[in-house]
């Protein structure tokens, strides 16, 4: 059974940086970062597969950076220049299916996180 915990969330000022990290327990393909905002739909923020391709948001193109260290079972998101308008929770995903890496909205990937919570504040 796979498993995921993040962790690394908190509140910092716009501008700031904050690294997210989600421990992976169990095999998996595709991993990525989504978020969620009050009253907003969720949202894919960063995904990579095994090979280490990766699909960015727009909104947080030269900004965020994912990545994975495999000997630690670890996906990490590296947020710099953050602004209000990240505020959202975030959840860790998964998938082992190599189809649903690229699935921005988030519906193929069966594995979750609970979600650790990034407050950016003007």
């Known amino acids: 059974q796979v498993q995921l915990v993040e962790s690394g969330g908190g509140s910092v000022q716009s501008g700031g940086s904050l690294r997210l990290s989600c421990a992976v327990s169990?095999?998996?393909?595709?991993k990525g970062w989504f978020r969620q905002a009050p009253g907003k739909p969720r949202e894919a923020v960063a995904l990579i597969d095994s090979d280490g391709r990766t699909t960015y948001s727009n909104s947080v193109k030269g900004r965020f950076t994912i990545s994975q260290d495999n000997a630690k079972n670890t996906l990490y998101l590296q947020m710099n220049s953050l602004k209000p308008d990240d505020t959202a929770m975030y959840y860790c995903?998964?998938?082992?299916?190599?189809?649903?890496?690229?699935?921005?909205?988030?519906?193929?990937?069966?594995?979750w996180g609970q979600g650790t919570q990034v407050t950016v504040s003007s």
């Open positions: 995903a998964a998938a082992k299916s190599p189809l649903v890496c690229a699935d921005t909205g988030g519906r193929g990937y069966n594995y």
């Open positions: 169990g095999y998996t393909y595709c």
